[in-house]
């Protein structure tokens, strides 16, 4: 082959390898993120039960509707 054509096809080929490990870092790190996503929207939805049981017993008494006494 001529030695142009040997320079371009390393070169490709060094590309390619440097594309494919990037691939492949993006793909562990948005894996890693995803797992953060599902244990965050989990405890979001605990909280949410937790804030609806708790609101579930709550009532607003007179003294909500008053200002505060710094007024």
């Known amino acids: ?5 040997d320079h371009r096809l390393v070169a490709l080929e060094s590309r390619l390898a440097h ?3 990037l691939a492949e870092e993006v ?5 890693v993120q995803a797992k953060a996503i599902d ?3 989990a405890e979001v939805r ?3 039960l937790r804030l609806g ?9 007179p003294a ?8």
């Open 39 to 41: 244990v965050l929207t």
């Open 46 to 48: 605990r909280l949410r």
């Open 27 to 31: 793909s562990d790190v948005l894996a």
């Open 19 to 21: 594309h494919e490990r």
């Open 1 to 5: 082959m001529d030695e142009a054509i």
């Open 64 to 71: 909500d509707d008053r200002p505060p006494p710094h007024y």
């Open 53 to 61: 049981e708790m609101e579930g017993g709550w009532a607003p008494s």
